[in-house]
């Protein structure tokens, strides 16, 4: 199976370098040039466009930023390609589910997929990261090797491909929510002149604390904020889900105020920090530095 992947950012990275330990050779391709060393020396062949990248390929991966790059990506990939014939394009992109519909209406001979992942570039790589597929069935059963070699485990999730990103934006959600929780009670904590050793210690050790926030527990206390998921994309899935809730009717009060939060955060931080960086908005109302690395 040829396999293309569109979008060298940490996500697409990990899944070109996971695909080229299982065997395959991909062909990639990056909006912004040099993202693809890595990949390059794992056994990847860059090309110089999406329509070279996906030329005589089984299937054509997207990981791309936003729904402005997936959506201009897809363009640029059905003005070269035939209705008839071709790749199956599949979005791992985090996107809202207006734009999985809109991608799918676009993408030649509607062969497309939404298959947004549940993990860290890290699992991916690993082989433990899960995924959520949305599309018609024959399209994704077709595609059945690829999970297998990508995914730990994978659901589907229905023909509609908005599904598949409606679930991922709960899922990220989830997350961000999380993690402006426990950063409240890092901050209070050290407002009230709390062991930051001790608290680092009960927290991951508490069962009311998520496993997947407590790797970010290090990072909320004391750290330089420079993860993988950044408050700007944090910030904008939280958004699409405030957007998919509102178009059927439901107010999500706590997801506006959430998304907010990592929108002062992308303001005051930089918008590639981080999401454990909701952390400092806190710090800065009371005048408070970040801790130094005696102090945690």
Known sequence: MQITVLGMGNMGRAVAVRLAAQGHRPRVWNRTPGKAEEVVAAGAVEASSPAEAARGADAVLMSLADDQAALQVMERLTEQASSTDGPIVVDMSTVSPRTSRRLADLAPGSRFVAAPIIGAPRTVLDGRA??????ERHLVERLEPLWGRLFDVHWYCGEDPGGATTFKLLNNYLLMAEVALV?????????????????????????????????????????????????RL?????????????????????????????????????????????????????????????QV
């Open 130 to 135: 899960s995924g959520l597929l949305g599309g």
């Open 183 to 231: 950063a409240e009670v890092v901050a209070t904590a050290e407002a009230t002149g709390l062991d930051t050793k001790l608290l680092r210690e009960v927290l991951d050790q508490w069962p009311t604390v998520p496993i997947a926030v407590r790797n970010r527990v290090d990072d909320i206390i004391g750290g330089e904020h420079h993860g993988w998921f950044s408050t």
């Open 234 to 294: 944090g910030a904008k899935d939280v958004r699409h889900l405030v957007e998919a809730a509102d178009a059927h009717g439901l107010s999500l009060p706590i997801a506006r105020l959430v998304g907010r939060r990592y929108e002062e955060t992308a303001e005051r931080c930089g918008s590639g920090a981080d999401i454990a960086a909701v952390v400092e908005v806190l710090r800065a109302e009371r005048g408070a530095a970040r801790p130094t690395a005696e």
